[in-house]
């Protein structure tokens, strides 16, 4: 930690109210936590309401409005980390450290509690320390960690090996791959022009990456039309989902790509300003995308005069995000952008016409914009010869769990299920999810369909679960994320997500009933119905595939009793029990 020099941080940012979730980063570098007083000062000086700098603080789970431990670590809590042991290295950093989980050591040296997804899922289990990400976590090396934070040595102070990350790719193709040179695609790019440039798009028959699955033509071509003095590109690098990593090495390993893609984009619609959002548990990513800005603005890359054509002008700032699922939404991510709460905006109006600040703005995630790239130097035609009719290209597909090689791997698109698990080493499979929680649970009979928009489409996410795993508790974990990630904006998700997740709790406790279930059936249909964004609408996949496809599962950790009641007084006076030191459960049946 450092001291804190607001007015100085404020100078850095131009003292822009839209950049608050920057500025509240930079605040709990420097401080550990965002105290009253420090949200006081920042509203004033930004012109801006206590209340919103109050609640945008409080809406980012990174952000910490009471004191944290000096060391703050956060293991993650995704299923497939979960299954490497990820609760028994937790119980182990507790017990060594003398800090139960959830609070802060008296001492206020440390800090343990959970994260939903570090995004390191084919080399967990993993934390993430003061923001920075810990992988290939093994009971030496959390006894490795303990001893640190007790000498108190600073982070920088570590070897760096504790905090390497590695990008294992076990399939390449045509993004994985490629060799492109800097600035090559954005050469041809010129050379085509605005119009020729997304006349390939159209060609190409590209579809976001981000797992909607919308023609990126159409999107830059609606963005290029609408009214508006300014336009933006912003690059959605919040890859939330659990299970999804591959957007990680892409940006590590071949980050001009998506620039140059980016800047295609940037000529094809008349931009001249672009973001990258990048989820903030890839805070080690920081450096060296900043750098890799760096050299591409002294390249005549981005800046002005791109090239050396007059008049072309394009530039990328990267904004971190700090721990909010639903921010993956566009929406949702440009109110962030905004220095707001991530909160999904009611559509339309749509962000091609009315996006960042109000004006056109296109948003693709990673891999759209890498694969444009290919595409704005190869050619739609060359593209559209990729894959299927209806689903032209790669997929890069982020592969976890239990199988002998987790990792990426670039298929074209049309794979069967079968193909990747074989690839991947993968034996006695029980299960597979595809495109994260809010995605598909596929049965073994359904390992023949292909990942391909026409049959089952993917945000990229493939986890593995073979027969020793007990499903039951692989939905309670999702239903468990999705209660934690809800924005709380709506009342079907806020309310429906956090009541499937006890249902499930008690299913898994053998105190459910029938009664539960239905319960639940009857909350997926309503959150599907009326929930304001997809987190809601997608947040009961996972229990709704259990029951249509496990059912055996689910039924065997059900009472046997037909009703039980809802409310349980013995649970409810459990606090009262422990505050006053008594353990006499079940005390209010005895007869006086």
């Known amino acids: 930690m450092h001291t804190l020099d607001l007015p100085s941080l404020l100078a850095r940012h131009r003292n822009d109210p839209t950049r608050l979730v920057q500025i509240l980063r930079g605040v709990q570098q420097a401080a550990g936590w965002i105290s009253p007083p420090t949200i006081t000062e920042l509203a004033g000086r930004l012109g801006l309401p206590r209340a919103r700098v109050e609640g945008v603080a409080g809406f980012y789970s990174f952000f910490c409005t009471s004191p944290r431990g000096e060391y703050r670590v956060l293991f993650s809590d995704s299923i497939t980390d979960q299954l490497l042991g990820s609760r028994e290295l937790r119980a182990r950093l507790c017990t060594a450290l003398q800090v139960r989980e959830g609070e802060v050591r008296n001492d206020g040296r440390v800090s343990v509690d959970l994260t939903s997804c570090t995004g390191l899922c084919e080399q967990g289990p993993a934390l993430l320390l003061n923001g920075r990400a810990i992988a290939r976590l093994t009971p030496a ?83 290029k039309a ?84 007059r008049g072309f002008d394009f530039d990328v700032e990267l904004h971190l995000g700090a721990g909010a699922y639903v921010c993956g939404e566009e929406s949702a991510l440009i109110e962030s952008l905004e220095g707001k709460r991530g909160i999904p905006r009611s559509r339309p109006p749509y962000p ?54 987790p990792g990426l791997y670039e298929f074209p698109m049309g794979v069967t299920v079968k193909d990747l698990l074989d690839a991947s080493g ?82 898994a406790a053998s105190r459910g009933t029938r009664r539960d279930v239905k319960v639940a059936l009857r909350l997926a249909k309503l959150m599907r119905e009326t929930s304001h964004c997809g987190l809601g609408h997608t947040a009961c996949n996972p229990f709704l595939a259990l029951h249509e496809k496990f059912k055996p599962t689910l039924d065997r950790r059900l009472s046997s009793l037909d009703f039980l009641p809802t409310f349980d007084l013995d649970d409810a006076l459990a606090p009262a029990r422990e505050v006053t030191g008594r353990d006499d459960r079940a005390a209010h049946l005895e007869e006086s």
């Open 226 to 309: 609408a009214p508006g003095p300014t336009r933006f590109v912003v690059c959605n690098a919040d890859e939330g989902e659990p299970g999804t990593f591959k957007d990680r090495v892409l940006l590590h390993r071949h980050l001009d790509l998506v620039l140059d893609g980016m800047t295609a984009c940037a000529l094809a619609i008349g931009a001249q300003r672009g973001f990258i959002y990048l989820r903030g548990e890839y805070l080690f990513l920081e450096a060296s995308i900043e750098a890799a800005l760096a050299a591409r603005r002294e390249a005549h890359l981005l800046g002005t005069d791109l090239l050396g054509r």
């Open 426 to 507: 993968a034996t006695d499979v029980q299960a597979v999810q595809v495109g994260g929680p809010s995605g598909v649970l596929l049965s073994p009979q359904e390992f023949s369909r292909r990942l391909s928009f026409e049959d089952l489409p993917s945000a990229g996410a493939f986890m593995i679960f073979d027969a020793r795993r007990d499903l039951l508790e692989v939905v309670q974990n999702f239903a468990h994320f999705f209660a934690h990630e809800s924005c709380g904006f709506c009342t079907p998700c806020r309310v429906g997500t956090t009541q499937l997740r006890n249902s499930l709790d008690a299913i």
């Open 141 to 223: 090396r959390i006894d490795e960690l303990a001893q640190r934070i007790e000498a108190r040595q600073p982070l920088d102070s570590w070897p760096a090996e504790l905090f390497a990350i590695q990008d294992v790719v076990h399939r390449p193709d045509v993004l994985l791959g490629s060799t492109l040179a800097r600035g090559e695609a954005i050469r041809a790019a010129l050379a085509r022009g605005p119009e020729g440039t997304l006349e390939q798009v159209l060609r190409s028959k590209l579809r976001g990456r981000g797992g909607a699955g919308f023609s990126t033509a159409e999107k830059w071509k609606a963005a």
């Open 352 to 405: 091609v016409t009315h996006g960042y600040l109000q004006q056109p703005t296109v948003v693709n995630n990673v891999e759209t914009f890498a694969s444009a790239a290919l595409i704005a130097l190869h050619g739609g035609d060359w593209f559209a010869g990729i894959g299927t009719p209806k689903s032209s290209g790669t997929r890069v597909h982020s592969v976890s769990g239990d199988c002998a090689r």
